[in-house]
């Protein structure tokens, strides 16, 4: 088996899939307040997902996250969760979904009988007037999706992403909210992926300052740092902590993953601006190993990341239709 190497020496391991640009949240950092959805007919059917998934599969991605959007807005998750965890045959080991978890607690236990092994859900306050004013949305049903999750056995981890003004006065109430119920937590600086112009470098909360805010009521240690793009930390010697500090502290050296939107564009960085129309391809009747080919010159061209060029990417594609 070919594996999937770049330029720089970095092996790719995990890909994300995003099933739908839609979603039922307006979260101020991830789409335009009036988002233009992409056509239907334009996203990925749950065949061509699939397909295009063995093929990494096939080439030694080992993870697979399914993204939105939110997932749960399509019709057919259950099946395309099914079908992609059948994959597990060729080498797939892991199928994971990021959610806002507002839908999900009718679906959970299917959810996790389909396949998946672990969610990681997004909660940037558990204050729920901060987490309206972030989402414009209400916080109780996200609870109750982390709770019927935790019902079902399932592996949770949240996310936040941390913005000045917004919600940094909420990184310790959010942290002791998810210690008390034994759920990891991962901080997220805030990164140039919303909307053109709307991203600014004083509203990024850095690493430094948010684990020094922890640190005035818990202590913080340092772990070994990994592949992973959070830098793990223990919070009083037992809970686990990570943060995300792409501006501050980018992880690009590291970056084993790859993105796939909903329409079946290949984007080997978060950042990049332009993507391999792999879905356009395969719909012109390309045959896998000319697909494979597209992959592989695609992944070894990939750029540094973002320790190479700081700031907004300059691009009309914004983080809902790049999955998150």
Not at 76 to 84: G, K, N, P, S, T
Request: glycine share 8%; charged share 25%.
């Amino acid at each position: 088996m070919s594996r999937l190497i770049d330029r720089h020496g970095r092996t790719k391991r995990k890909l994300r899939i995003s099933l739908t640009d839609r979603c039922n949240f307006r979260c101020t950092y991830c789409m335009p307040e009036h988002p233009d959805w992409l056509p239907r007919a334009s996203l990925l059917k749950r065949d061509e997902i699939v397909r295009l998934a063995g093929i990494f599969v096939d080439h030694g991605i080992e993870q697979i996250r399914l993204t939105g959007g939110e997932p749960l807005l399509r019709p057919d998750l259950l099946d395309c969760v099914r079908a992609i965890d059948a994959l597990r045959e060729r080498g797939l080991s892991r199928l994971s979904m990021t959610t806002n978890a507002s839908r999900i607690a009718p679906k959970a236990r299917e959810l996790v009988a389909a396949g998946i092994d672990d969610f990681n859900v997004s909660l940037d306050a558990i204050d729920a007037g901060t987490f309206r004013r972030l989402t414009l949305r209400e916080i109780a049903p996200v609870l109750d999706g982390i709770d019927a999750l935790a019902d079902a056995g399932a592996k949770v981890k949240l996310n936040a992403v941390v913005i000045r003004g917004d919600n940094d006065e909420d990184i310790v109430p959010l942290l002791e909210w998810a210690m008390a119920r034994g759920l990891p937590l991962r901080y997220i600086e805030y990164m140039p992926l919303d909307a053109p112009g709307h991203w600014k470098r004083d509203a990024v909360v850095p690493e430094a300052e948010i684990l020094a805010a922890i640190g005035r009521s818990h202590t913080v240690e340092a772990q070994p740092r990994g592949n992973d793009p959070s830098t793990p930390y223990l919070v009083d010697g037992h809970y686990p902590l990570g943060v995300i500090s792409t501006v501050s502290n980018p992880f690009c050296s590291t970056c084993d993953r790859l993105r796939l939107t909903a329409t079946g564009e290949l984007f080997t960085c978060l950042f990049s601006p332009l993507g391999m129309p792999l879905g356009a391809r395969l719909r012109e009747g390309a045959d896998d190993a000319a697909l494979a080919a597209q992959v592989a010159k695609a992944v070894w061209l990939k750029d540094a990341g973002y320790a190479s060029r700081p700031g907004p990417v300059d691009r009309p594609l914004t983080m809902h239709a790049m999955g998150g």
